[in-house]
């Protein structure tokens, strides 16, 4: 073979592109996030938003949290500030209008001087059987479980794209992934989420912005506890009997999560360690499956 036939072979495979300083690193120092900046919608809360900021602030990002309340995201921000000594900025906006997304998403920009990493964290349900639903029901839950995340990664592509780099991580949920009886329409979506993340994905990855998805399971976060030991809440309540019975029979490890441990798998995704995953959704579910 001729320098020309190598050099050909090359480009033609891009071996260029491979990442040969990761070869003599731990990979402890792969997922250093030091300098990057992050963004996570539905972070002022006790549940998955909050969690995977921290995570991601522990590991050195500077985060912006993006939630409708604006005292919620205000003291989340200042525990991460002084817990991790990372910049964090509150940011208030409703995920489910588009102008408020996009201003939000360009308020965070400024305020942390970049985008790299956008997590899609949206949370709107309304459960129960499907011929009850109302429109409006079915309306609140397909836009809160998979059209604002839509917003939300419409919102980083106009940093991300221009600048060919970054990553969107969209949570959806293992429920996308197998059948439940008073979970049709957020399944539905949650399903929506998979074939969202590996579409967009196909579209933009030539681009240099890559994205990946994350699926809990049922995770326990404190009014969830607080709701299913309490003797006075009746078992067939806002699906208390199917959790319970999710848990002890559907659940290979037999038991819930922490909203942490799926925030581990986000802040794995968002590190260099994860660059060789596209468009795929990760189930962090303790294996659940319908049985």
Known sequence: MTVHDDAEAIAALNLDSL????????????????????????AGGDGLGQAIANRLAGLGADVALIGRTFEKVERRAAEIEQRWGVKAHPVKADMSDWDQVHDAVQMAHEQLGGLDIMVNNPVMVVGGPFEK???????????????????????????????????????GSVGGRIQQRGLVVYNACKSGVVGFTRNLAHEVAPRGVNVLGVAPGIMIKPEMMEYLLDPKTPAHLAGRGAI?????TQVQLGRASLPEEAANMVAFLASEAADYLCGQTIDVAGGQWMN
């Open 19 to 42: 990442p040969r300083h990761i070869i003599d690193k731990r990979v402890t120092e792969l997922m250093d996030l030091s300098g990057q900046k992050a963004f996570v919608t539905g």
């Open 133 to 171: 639903h109302t429109k409006a029901d079915i309306d609140h839950t397909v836009l809160g479980s998979l059209t604002m995340m839509m917003y939300g990664a419409h919102a980083a592509l106009e940093f991300l794209l221009p600048q060919g780099s970054g990553k969107i991580i969209n949570i």
């Open 244 to 248: 319970l019975e999710a848990i002890t």
